[in-house]
């Protein structure tokens, strides 16, 4: 098995996250490419090796240096036309440039100045066609197997093939019923279907219309057979009768509804691309989805130059630092203290110094579990004939006190000799009370006698 990738960049699936927990935690030895070749100017390649490094402050302070950041109002859309000139100018050069922006309401703002340039200019046709597209909701599989999250009117489209459906089907949630969903196939068809047993076969999204024009370049947004591919992009050059017609020869296939506009893109899907001239177009509207590795992605995708433009490049600076990574369990140790420095935890727990753990220590990340207050041992029973010694001791020793009484043998040595001759014998320590009692009063009526006058 070989495992590679960037753990810089964008996380992949959760199972990835493999490689990342290898490389920062275990003793496995692995290879490592640390010269990048894909930029060629020396500056532009030195900002994308401090964005590698995790340095991402320093890599935008140096794109201001530069002069690589353009900051300008959203108002009227001027950001987005700023954005949609530079992207223009690159192309008339005949150089290969894209857009990448954090979310696709963005995105779209920054595609209708694009695309209204490119009809003033001509280059693509007037005449815009509505195309029915699948916009998908990225659901997890948890709200997936969740019946009561879908509504009438979502399209579930299918990249696994199950019972019921097809690879690359494509149905409408009709109703939610008692055990699941009810959806309607293209033929019209109502059937039954049960989320949480397939979960991983569909993905959940909209209908959207996207206005489609003889010119225009659309980005895949999923594969079809071997002909297609998710992420290329694909210029059209007419539209027949609903049928899109590419300047290859191809044309997509009338159930192949997931594709967009490829002017602007996220930077998930410009992962694995690359360009002559990058512009990332992220305003304070955005902000909430940039993150140090959008950042890094974004940026390291051209090879002669980047270009950023925003609205507030201040704030942006200090978003850019921010990690949307995924904390693993050996993580979460580190998690807890970042969370008691805030004060998310009883202040006790600020004292404990638990270390955490750390990549170059590589220190054990466990912290030992404190013992067990050990109980108090229980008094150890004696035997009946033990406890009756015991007792005949203590008054042994209470009459000698009193009395004076002295007695040259030991009562408990006593019992121990006659059990020892007679085990089945009992022993009897109440005569010998009897006689010291007899004792003591003979002695007190003598010292009467004697007081009175009275002789023995």
Do not use: C
């Not at 959760?14 to 692995?30: C, K, P, V």
């Not at 530079?86 to 290969?96: D, W």
């Not at 009562?411 to 020892?420: D, L, S």
């Amino acid at each position: 098995m070989i495992l590679s990738g960037d753990t810089g960049q964008h996380a992949s699936v959760t199972r990835g996250d493999a490689l990342r927990i290898l490389e920062q935690y275990s003793n496995y030895r692995f290879s490592e490419l640390t010269t990048i070749r894909r930029q060629k100017p020396a500056a532009f390649r030195e900002i994308v090796e401090l964005a590698a490094a995790k340095q991402t402050d320093k890599a935008f302070a140096k794109l201001l240096e530069l002069g690589a950041v353009t900051e300008t109002l959203t108002d009227d859309g001027q950001l987005y036309q700023r954005a949609a000139d530079a992207y223009l100018a690159s192309t008339k050069q005949g150089r290969s440039a894209l857009l990448v922006s954090p979310t696709w309401s963005e995105i779209d703002a920054v595609t209708e100045k694009v695309r209204e340039t490119l009809k003033a200019d001509g280059v693509i046709g007037q005449q815009d066609e509505p195309v029915m597209v699948f916009d998908s909701l990225s659901w997890t599989e948890a709200q997936k197997k969740n019946a009561s999250q879908f509504e009438p009117g979502q399209r579930l489209r299918f990249v696994r093939q199950t019972k019921k459906f097809d690879r690359g089907d494509t149905v409408e949630v009709v109703a939610v019923v008692e055990n699941g969903l009810r959806v309607r196939r293209p033929d019209g068809l109502e059937v039954d279907f049960i989320p949480s047993g397939s979960a991983a076969s569909f993905d959940v999204g909209e209908a959207r219309e996207l206005k489609v024009a003889a010119g225009d370049w659309l980005l895949l947004q999923a594969n079809h057979g071997k002909d297609f591919i998710n992420g290329e992009r694909v210029q059209v050059r007419e539209i027949q009768n609903g049928h899109i017609i590419l300047a290859d020869g191809r044309s997509l296939p009338s159930g192949f509804n997931t594709f967009t506009h490829g002017y602007a893109v996220t930077s998930h899907s410009s992962q694995s691309k690359t360009v002559d001239d990058v512009l990332l177009v992220a305003s304070s509207k955005s902000f909430a989805a940039v993150n140090r590795e959008q950042f890094y992605v974004s940026i390291s995708r051209g090879r002669e130059r980047v270009h950023i433009f925003t609205d507030d490049a201040d704030l942006l600076a200090r978003r850019v630092t921010d990690s949307h990574e995924r904390k693993a369990a050996v993580e979460l140790q580190a998690l807890r203290d970042d969370l008691a420095k805030l004060g998310f935890v009883r202040k006790e727990r600020l004292e404990q110094k638990i270390p955490s753990p750390t990549v170059a220590g590589r220190e054990d990340f466990r912290a030992m579990r404190p013992m067990r207050q050990a109980r108090m041992q229980r008094v150890t029973r004696l035997a009946p004939v033990q406890r009756i010694a015991q007792v005949v001791e203590d008054v042994r020793r209470w009459l000698g006190e009193v009395l004076n009484i002295e007695q040259k043998e030991s009562v408990t040595k006593k019992i121990g000799q006659a059990e020892a001759a007679k085990p089945a014998e009992s022993v009897k320590p109440a005569r010998m009370v009897k006689e010291a009692l007899q004792e003591r009063r003979t002695n007190r009526q003598q010292q009467q006698r004697r007081s009175h006058g009275i002789s023995p």
